[in-house]
């Protein structure tokens, strides 16, 4: 690298002194030897070997080059989440180009690291760069997904932080900080936030506690969040114009930003542009299902968008390093919904969905259409007459829990997903409740009457809530929900989790300028949540909820207006939703479904 620290990479080339070939490089922080299971499935491997996915590769006509980030296996240099990544991805290209073996065109390619890696070297211009295929990331903006939403934190990267440390080259060096980190227990110190630096289950790893916490400190966008490496955004017409290929799902934290840089890139660039949204988690393209609900044979990209992912990516790439005709459309997605809504054998919900197309996202055809919140708890088209209120207490130590969603890298404390609204042995929380996420008093829900036709949803949902509270500072918490009829399977019906957002209030005008509220004053918020889409069957009801926690997954506002990583006090919110006319949501809608 240009600052003298070595970085250890594999390549994968056809014979002893290859010819020249275009280069597929991949860059991780998980070990660039070990299998992962976004590495799909083929043939009796799921996940394969790397030796295995860069062969078929190979006998594609690429050579592959997959290097550890700095820090990371066997590479040198102190690891940082995110900053060394710009820098050490535009020298390996570059180093790569120069090699005897590579014919001049190099193309990267990877799944969540592995794709934020990629847009933070396209951020440095790589003028010998010549696809991009951004699987599940690519940082537009971290701070606004992948590492806050709305201002809230979120806690994956804690987990993320955790796990990472325990693997890391020092700990593997050095049995005393192993055996330490492997006595703490995460669900215990999740019980008991704050942390605090030196008194965290990272303190045993410095370096892995010094760039969390300096995350979780920078509550403001401010310079920290426009460095290079985690914000796209301001960058953008810096990026090479070249083919990229944007892939992610709707239960994926990085929906946001797949769907933003194809449309941002679309419009600065000539080179084609492509999106694939499907019905996975993070990553898990090869099975059908998401938590405890199936979507069918249609929803693995497998056998259905190609033979497997090795395929997928190789196809894509051929037909963008040696253009030809093409008539892939520009977005490919998985619009969820329409299944029986029974049992299947392996205990999970059949929701259905099938695969459709569009030149562009939302879909062409997709309009907005504006629902109201009323206090008598529904949801529809037209206003009530009287302006009310809906109030709930927001208490910091019994949060609303996180039951499935946009999750990755939450174990051993949350996983994505969909789900039925209901805690169960799986789910983690402050307190041993059973009963509905609806029932609870601090959880306001609001739905449509029974459909009595299908409805189709595909785009963005977002909120806008006129609210007050009396805590100097809270959060709003928007869901959108299917709640599925009762039926022979499922008596109590099934409350199916789509998409869900937050708004911390001290970010309600800026995330730039956070102000605290003034307790009893009216304010108006926005809050969005990532785009989805879904088929409502008729007999099913669109709800919306809404709160002022989902935790583990976001940090839990203390309701005191201080920084999050050292405010030890909690307080109640006594928080207020002004309905019957002055609360909203907005889906998009496909014309011709509207209820």
Same mark, same amino acid.
Request: aromatic share 10%.
């Given at each position: 690298?240009?600052?003298?620290?070595?970085?250890?990479?594999?390549?994968?080339?056809?014979?002893?002194?290859?010819?020249?070939?275009?280069?597929?490089?991949?860059?991780?922080?998980?070990?660039?030897?070990?299998?992962?299971?976004?590495?799909?499935?083929?043939?009796?491997?799921?996940?394969?070997?790397?030796?295995?996915?860069?062969?078929?590769?190979?006998?594609?006509?690429?050579?592959?080059?997959?290097?550890?980030?700095?820090?990371?296996?066997?590479?040198?240099?102190?690891?940082?989440?995110?900053?060394?990544?710009?820098?050490?991805?535009?020298?390996?290209?570059?180093?790569?180009?120069?090699?005897?073996?590579?014919?001049?065109?190099?193309?990267?390619?990877?799944?969540?690291?592995?794709?934020?890696?990629?847009?933070?070297?396209?951020?440095?211009?790589?003028?010998?760069?010549?696809?991009?295929?951004?699987?599940?990331?690519?940082?537009?903006?971290?701070?606004?997904?992948?590492?806050?939403?709305?201002?809230?934190?979120?806690?994956?990267?804690?987990?993320?932080?955790?796990?990472?440390?325990?693997?890391?080259?020092?700990?593997?060096?050095?049995?005393?900080?192993?055996?330490?980190?492997?006595?703490?227990?995460?669900?215990?110190?999740?019980?008991?936030?704050?942390?605090?630096?030196?008194?965290?289950?990272?303190?045993?790893?410095?370096?892995?506690?010094?760039?969390?916490?300096?995350?979780?400190?920078?509550?403001?966008?401010?310079?920290?969040?426009?460095?290079?490496?985690?914000?796209?955004?301001?960058?953008?017409?810096?990026?090479?114009?070249?083919?990229?290929?944007?892939? /992610? +799902?709707?239960?994926? *934290?990085?929906?946001?930003? $797949?769907? %933003?840089?194809?449309?941002?890139?679309?419009?600065?660039? #000539? =080179?084609?542009?492509?999106?694939?949204?499907?019905?996975?988690?993070?990553?898990?393209?090869?099975?059908?299902?998401?938590?405890?609900?199936?979507?069918?044979?249609?929803?693995?990209?497998?056998?259905?968008?190609?033979?497997?992912?090795?395929?997928?990516?190789?196809?894509?790439?051929?037909?963008?390093?040696?253009?030809?005709?093409?008539?892939?459309?520009?977005?490919?997605?998985?619009?969820?919904?329409?299944?029986?809504?029974?049992?299947?054998?392996?205990?999970?919900?059949?929701?259905?969905?099938?695969?459709?197309? /569009? +030149?562009?996202?939302? *879909?062409?055809?997709?309009? $907005?259409? %504006?629902?109201?919140?009323?206090?008598?708890?529904?949801? #529809? =088209?037209?206003?009530?007459?009287?302006?009310?209120?809906?109030?709930?207490?927001?208490?910091?130590?019994?949060?609303?829990?996180?039951?499935?969603?946009?999750?990755?890298?939450?174990?051993?404390?949350?996983?994505?997903?969909?789900?039925?609204?209901?805690?169960?042995?799986?789910?983690?929380?402050?307190?041993?409740?059973?009963?509905?996420?609806?029932?609870?008093?601090?959880?306001?829900?609001?739905?449509?009457?029974?459909?009595?036709?299908?409805?189709?949803?595909?785009?963005?949902?977002?909120?806008?809530?006129?609210? /007050? +509270?009396?805590?100097?500072?809270?959060?709003?918490?928007?869901?959108?929900?299917?709640?599925?009829?009762?039926?022979?399977?499922?008596?109590?019906?099934?409350?199916?989790?789509?998409?869900?957002?937050?708004?911390?209030?001290?970010?309600?005008?800026?995330?730039?300028?956070?102000?605290?509220?003034?307790?009893?004053?009216?304010?108006?918020?926005?809050?969005?949540?990532?785009?989805?889409?879904?088929?409502?069957?008729?007999?099913?009801?669109?709800?919306?909820?809404?709160?002022?926690?989902?935790?583990?997954?976001?940090?839990?506002?203390?309701?005191?207006?201080?920084?999050?990583?050292?405010?030890?006090?909690?307080?109640?919110?006594?928080?207020?939703?002004?309905?019957?006319?002055?609360?909203?949501?907005?889906?998009?809608?496909?014309?011709?479904?509207?209820?």
């Amino acid at each position: 690298m240009r600052d003298g620290v070595e970085l250890a990479a594999d390549v994968y080339a056809a014979g002893p002194d290859p010819a020249p070939r275009p280069v597929l490089l991949e860059r991780t922080p998980y070990g660039r030897r070990k299998a992962r299971g976004s590495d799909g499935a083929f043939e009796s491997w799921n996940p394969p070997p790397p030796e295995a996915v860069c062969r078929r590769f190979v006998e594609r006509g690429y050579h592959v080059v997959r290097q550890d980030c700095r820090g990371r296996g066997d590479s040198g240099g102190e690891f940082v989440k995110y900053l060394n990544e710009a820098e050490d991805g535009y020298d390996t290209v570059e180093w790569i180009a120069a090699q005897p073996w590579c014919d001049g065109r190099v193309a990267t390619m990877g799944v969540s690291y592995a794709a934020h890696v990629q847009s933070a070297l396209a951020s440095l211009g790589a003028p010998r760069l010549s696809a991009m295929f951004l699987d599940s990331g690519g940082f537009a903006s971290a701070y606004e997904t992948g590492v806050r939403l709305g201002g809230a934190f979120e806690l994956k990267q804690a987990t993320w932080a955790f796990a990472r440390a325990r693997t890391s080259a020092a700990t593997l060096a050095d049995p005393v900080r192993g055996a330490a980190l492997d006595a703490e227990s995460i669900e215990e110190w999740f019980r008991h936030l704050p942390w605090r630096r030196g008194h965290s289950p990272l303190r045993h790893a410095p370096e892995y506690e010094g760039y969390l916490f300096e995350q979780w400190e920078q509550g403001r966008f401010g310079p920290y969040w426009q460095q290079l490496g985690i914000y796209g955004r301001g960058y953008f017409d810096r990026f090479p114009d070249v083919p990229s290929l944007h892939i /992610s +799902s709707w239960y994926d *934290p990085y929906i946001r930003t $797949a769907i %933003e840089n194809f449309r941002e890139l679309g419009e600065r660039r #000539t =080179s084609p542009v492509y999106l694939v949204l499907g019905p996975w988690t993070h990553g898990r393209r090869s099975v059908s299902y998401a938590g405890d609900v199936d979507f069918g044979p249609e929803a693995t990209l497998d056998g259905n968008l190609a033979a497997d992912y090795v395929e997928f990516r190789a196809d894509w790439f051929d037909s963008q390093l040696d253009p030809t005709p093409s008539t892939t459309p520009p977005v490919r997605y998985f619009r969820m919904g329409g299944g029986s809504g029974k049992r299947d054998a392996d205990g999970r919900l059949d929701h259905g969905g099938r695969w459709l197309s /569009s +030149s562009t996202w939302p *879909p062409e055809a997709a309009r $907005a259409a %504006e629902f109201h919140l009323n206090a008598d708890g529904s949801l #529809t =088209s037209e206003p009530r007459a009287v302006a009310r209120y809906l109030e709930y207490d927001h208490d910091p130590r019994d949060p609303v829990p996180t039951i499935g969603g946009q999750v990755t890298s939450g174990e051993p404390v949350m996983v994505g997903g969909a789900f039925d609204q209901r805690p169960d042995d799986r789910t983690f929380s402050l307190t041993k409740s059973r009963l509905p996420l609806a029932s609870r008093p601090d959880v306001l829900t609001f739905e449509t009457e029974p459909l009595e036709r299908d409805v189709v949803v595909a785009g963005p949902v977002v909120a806008r809530l006129t609210v /007050s +509270s009396s805590a100097a500072d809270t959060d709003f918490a928007v869901k959108l929900v299917d709640v599925h009829p009762p039926s022979a399977d499922y008596p109590a019906g099934f409350a199916m989790n789509l998409t869900d957002g937050i708004l911390r209030c001290r970010y309600r005008d800026s995330f730039e300028t956070p102000s605290s509220l003034e307790p009893g004053r009216i304010y108006d918020v926005t809050v969005e949540a990532p785009d989805t889409a879904n088929l409502f069957a008729r007999g099913h009801r669109i709800r919306v909820n809404i709160s002022s926690s989902n935790f583990p997954r976001f940090d839990v506002n203390s309701g005191t207006g201080e920084a999050e990583t050292t405010d030890r006090r909690q307080v109640t919110a006594t928080n207020r939703v002004f309905v019957d006319g002055r609360s909203t949501i907005t889906l998009h809608i496909v014309p011709g479904e509207e209820v």
